[in-house]
């Protein structure tokens, strides 16, 4: 019989010994599972789709974190494999939070996984998708009216645009007192375009009460919406809702007529002015009929004259001539008149039916042909001028 003699080992020497027998023996133990298809960690059954499957209940995973310098940052982390996985701290990137690769490993772009403070989409976004209910839903209750639940601003293009084959691609709804679609142009452009691309569709649609005001409109009584030649709509009064007449001349001197000199004669009283077009004594231009629209238009006008004021020479012949006046983009023309040759006192009519444009002026100037200065007829019965619109074109 044969006896062995180990070896004297300290204590220390012992523990190490044994140690790396241990671990010789764990690392031949679970070889095969080291080089398994996936890796489980607290768990022996790890999810066959998953590579590394771990199981945890009150501890997450946590993703190394850095600072990225640039949304194409190759240096913090060099060649950064396509798909790597990151936290960004670095606040001046524009946001916090998960960023991946999707770029190359020499050309790296670093995107945004949702999960940052704000949640900003990497644009241009496009996503499809399919369900009866709405696809993108956005409620906004701050309870402020200058808040918006969705806001679209572009600089030279569309802001916000709805397409749809049979539906509806824009919808509004309002459960109260607000506006269910707003559009505001700033300056020229236009707040809200709506078009058909041919006459089978509807640019627009409206069921219920409409309000069409603001700046270049003049809403009121009676008023028709009425088209110029390019489509352009605006509040209208719709014909016999336009006519005025003015009656006396205003005394003081206004009703002196000195010869020789053509003289606008100054009505002192407004009878009526249905659509308030004609300027009364004490507006500028005075006694001035301001055109509303295009059409055609009546006038009536009675002067009445006496001349001279030089008592001898009162049954001397005089020519005296009533002028109906328009002024058209600075231009003076007379395009209706009447003359007279008369001793001591008589009166002129005209009553004629011209066409006008919007903004014209019209007005009454008499010319005496005399040696001496006459007067006007300031009485209501003696001197008016009266005008309607007939109809429009």
Request: hydrophobic share 35%.
């Amino acid at each position: 019989m044969r006896t062995f003699h180990l070896p004297s080992f300290s204590n220390q020497k012992l523990k190490l010994t044994f140690g790396k027998l241990a671990l010789s023996a764990i690392l031949l133990s679970y070889g095969p599972g080291i080089f398994a298809q996936n890796v489980g960690i607290n768990t022996q059954q790890p999810d066959p789709s998953s590579a590394l499957d771990i199981v945890g209940t009150d501890k997450g995973l946590l993703i190394p974190r850095v600072s990225l310098q640039s949304l194409t940052d190759n240096v913090t982390i060099p060649n950064p494999a396509t798909a790597l996985l990151v936290y960004n701290t670095n606040t001046g990137l524009g946001k916090v939070g998960f960023y991946y690769n999707s770029g190359t490993s020499a050309s790296p772009v670093w995107s945004l996984v949702g999960g940052g403070e704000g949640g900003n989409l990497t644009l241009p976004f496009s996503q499809n998708g399919s369900s009866l209910s709405s696809l993108l839903h956005i409620n906004n209750t701050g309870g402020i009216s200058v808040g918006s639940a969705i806001t679209g601003e572009s600089e030279s293009s569309i802001g916000v645009k709805g397409v749809t084959n049979t539906g509806r691609a824009v919808v509004g709804t309002s459960n109260g007192s607000g506006v269910a679609v707003s559009g505001y142009a700033v300056s020229d452009g236009t707040g809200v375009i709506a078009s058909a691309a041919n006459t089978n569709g509807k640019a627009l649609e409206v069921s219920g009460p409409m309000k069409i005001a603001g700046p270049g409109q003049s809403p009121g009584n009676g008023k028709v919406l009425m088209s110029d030649g390019s489509g352009n709509a605006t509040w209208e009064n719709v014909s016999g809702n336009v006519a005025f007449r003015a009656s006396g001349v205003l005394g003081g001197g206004s009703e002196v007529i000195a010869p020789y000199n053509p003289t606008k004669v100054a009505f002192s009283s407004q009878d009526y002015d249905f659509g308030d077009n004609y300027n009364e004594i004490n507006l500028s231009p005075h006694s001035t009929f301001i055109v509303p629209s295009n059409g055609v238009y009546h006038f009536d006008v009675k002067i009445s004259f006496s001349n001279p004021i030089v008592e001898s020479k009162k049954f001397l012949s005089y020519d005296y001539f009533v002028q109906l006046v328009r002024i058209r983009s600075g231009s003076t023309i007379i395009v209706e008149e009447s003359a007279e040759t008369c001793f001591n006192v008589a009166s002129s009519k005209i009553s004629t039916d011209i066409p006008l444009q919007k903004g014209d002026q019209i007005f009454i100037q008499v010319l005496l042909k005399s040696t001496e200065s006459g007067l006007l007829g300031n009485l209501p019965n003696e001197s008016s001028f009266s005008g309607r619109l007939l109809f429009k074109n």
